[in-house]
């Protein structure tokens, strides 16, 4: 590991101000990703700003009767929040679905949003990779493509995100809150939260340098049946190869989100506007314009099987 | 600045002060500065589970987590759960089903173990719970999955199974 610097941040917006005064400088909170990538020196950071003392780790009701999740609320934590489980169950089950019980203990909301991706060549310093080192090429166009994205993707990049609860959060149309260096504050929508791969894989969101996640915002009960039906290679502790997330209404239509497809959860309106039609219809819609390989071209059957159950549950 | 912080926790009761390079893990400080050895590094990025300690009661991966993010924590590792001669009930009931082979695992499958009957009892679901709107049961299926951030390469499963059964009460 690369030696860095170390300080515990005192406030969100100190935080954000001394990020953006260091281009070198990340936040940790979790540490589950951003660590196991240090070891490998995929991430080089030389100063590193705690900001697990900033309290952001609070539940709580807004005035438009959702909820504000503060950015260090562990996924344990979420997942296990009473009024999470009984009104937005599409997240406790995605968060549950991911991960390792150790991990979830550690892992953060905003973290979790923030993971990077898992592509093996990502991970294998030794390839070239547009998103570890912009400019060098892709390493998985060509190569061994089964775990890799469908839709969205660029002649730059196919990685997916790996996150679940991005795929809850974005079928729920969560809003990130955050704080930048100025001290002003936002909330982007999570639908433009994510950054396509592009000719700029590397740049995954729209955060600026310094920016800094202070919560997520749910707004108030969809209502329905929350479902989210995770596809892997084995029962706990993987990865997706595709999941749905979806919310469905007693008369049929709702909304879902796909993982596993995209650099990004994927969720388009006419996916959403299909879903009273049937899961073929959806899957069409969801997946319109893929570009798979052979080798992933699976996951487009796998997402309209998938959604087939998910509403055949959702039915009762 | 410097590349080195001053840090004070807890570990199994006994308080700690030191002055550690930033990027030491709290694992690396558990065995290479504290000579806790019980603490095993097997993977090294959180895939394997054999790190596994409790910090403020609950289990995580002492290897995915910097000794300088744990400034005042109460951690306690395989030492601080029993000793020989007053063993922890799971650490005995990992010897009478024999839930091990090698023993590599073992530390961070039992405090792992241990957590996760915690985690039952105090209500917190898994991804096998039916109803998220009531409290997990304590059953085979929960406990399986509970445990899978914890790898046995010698497949001692079933054993591991059948001791942490015994410790939460589900076998006669």
């Known amino acids: 590991m690369?030696?860095?610097?170390?300080?515990?941040?005192?406030?969100?917006?100190?935080?954000?101000?001394?990020?953006?005064?260091?281009?070198?400088?990340?936040?940790?909170?979790?540490?589950?990703?951003?660590?196991?990538?240090?070891?490998?020196?995929?991430?080089?950071?030389?100063?590193?700003?705690?900001v697990n003392g900033l309290g952001l780790d609070e539940i709580q009701p807004t005035e438009a009767g959702g909820l504000r999740i503060g950015a260090l609320v562990r996924n344990t934590a979420l997942a296990s929040h009473e009024v999470v489980?009984?009104?937005?169950?599409?997240?406790?089950?995605?968060?549950?679905?991911?991960?390792?019980?150790?991990?979830?203990?550690?892992?953060?909301?905003?973290?979790?949003?923030?993971?990077?991706?898992?592509?093996?060549?990502?991970?294998?310093?030794?390839?070239?990779?547009?998103?570890?080192?912009?400019?060098?090429?892709?390493?998985?166009?060509?190569?061994?493509?089964?775990?890799h994205a469908v839709v969205g993707i660029s002649n730059a990049c196919i990685a997916t995100h790996p996150s679940d609860m991005a795929i809850a959060m974005r079928a729920l149309d969560a809003v990130v809150e955050t704080v930048k260096a100025d001290g002003t504050v936002?909330?982007?929508?999570?639908?433009?939260?994510?950054?396509?791969?592009?000719?700029?894989?590397?740049?995954?969101?729209?955060?600026?340098?310094?920016?800094?996640?202070?919560?997520?915002?749910?707004?108030?009960?969809?209502?329905?049946?929350?479902?989210?039906?995770?596809?892997?290679?084995?029962?706990?502790?993987?990865?997706?190869?595709?999941?749905?997330?979806?919310?469905?209404?007693?008369d049929g239509s709702g909304r879902v989100a796909a993982g596993g497809v995209a650099h990004k959860p994927w969720r388009v309106e006419d996916g959403d506007k299909e879903l009273k039609n049937g899961a073929k219809a959806a899957a069409a819609a969801l997946m319109a314009d893929a570009r798979p390989t052979e080798q992933n071209r699976f996951k487009l059957e796998l997402v309209e099987r998938a959604l087939a159950a998910v509403i055949a549950q959702a039915r009762g | 600045?410097?590349?080195?912080?001053?840090?004070?926790?807890?570990?199994?009761?006994?308080?700690?002060?030191?002055?550690?390079?930033?990027?030491?893990?709290?694992?690396?400080?558990?065995?290479?500065?504290?000579?806790?050895?019980?603490?095993?590094?097997?993977?090294?990025?959180?895939?394997?589970?054999?790190?596994?300690?409790?910090?403020?009661?609950?289990?995580?991966?002492?290897?995915?987590?910097?000794?300088?993010?744990h400034e005042g924590d109460d951690i306690t590792t395989i030492e601080?759960?029993?000793?020989?001669?007053?063993?922890?009930?799971?650490?005995?009931?990992?010897?009478?089903?024999?839930?091990?082979?090698?023993?590599?695992?073992?530390?961070?499958?039992?405090?792992?173990?241990?957590?996760?009957?915690?985690?039952i009892r105090a209500g917190i679901p898994s991804h096998v719970t039916e109803e998220l709107t009531r409290p997990p049961g304590l059953t085979d299926a929960e406990i399986r999955e509970r445990m899978s951030g914890n790898i046995c390469r010698c497949g001692a499963y079933s054993n591991i199974l059948e001791a942490i059964e015994e410790v939460g009460g589900i076998n006669p």
Do not use: W
Request: include cysteine.
């Open chain 1, 186 to 250: 936002r909330a982007i929508p999570i639908g433009e939260f994510y950054r396509l791969p592009g000719e700029t894989p590397h740049i995954e969101t729209v955060l600026e340098p310094g920016e800094l996640i202070t919560s997520v915002v749910l707004p108030a009960p969809a209502g329905g049946t929350h479902i989210y039906r995770k596809v892997r290679d084995r029962a706990s502790y993987a990865f997706a190869l595709v999941s749905i997330g979806a919310v469905i209404q007693p």
């Open chain 2, 80 to 119: 601080g759960l029993g000793r020989p001669g007053q063993l922890h009930p799971m650490q005995a009931a990992f010897l009478k089903h024999d839930g091990f082979q090698c023993g590599y695992c073992t530390p961070g499958q039992i405090c792992s173990a241990v957590a996760v009957l915690e985690e």
């Open chain 1, 85 to 147: 489980r009984r009104d937005y169950a599409l997240l406790s089950r995605a968060l549950l679905a991911g991960a390792s019980g150790q991990l979830r203990n550690k892992a953060t909301t905003a973290g979790n949003l923030l993971q990077r991706t898992r592509c093996p060549y990502f991970y294998d310093p030794h390839q070239p990779c547009n998103k570890r080192q912009p400019g060098s090429g892709c390493s998985a166009i060509g190569g061994v493509t089964r775990q």
């Open chain 1, 2 to 50: 690369r030696p860095f610097t170390y300080e515990r941040a005192s406030s969100a917006s100190s935080a954000a101000r001394a990020a953006a005064e260091n281009p070198e400088a990340k936040f940790i909170a979790g540490g589950t990703n951003l660590l196991d990538l240090m070891k490998l020196q995929i991430e080089r950071p030389a100063h590193l700003i705690d």
């Open chain 2, 1 to 69: 600045m410097t590349y080195s912080t001053p840090v004070s926790l807890t570990i199994n009761g006994e308080r700690h002060e030191l002055d550690v390079d930033n990027r030491t893990t709290l694992l690396d400080l558990l065995r290479e500065h504290l000579h806790l050895t019980g603490t095993k590094k097997g993977c090294d990025h959180g895939q394997c589970g054999a790190c596994t300690v409790h910090v403020g009661g609950q289990r995580i991966n002492a290897c995915l987590t910097l000794a300088v993010m």
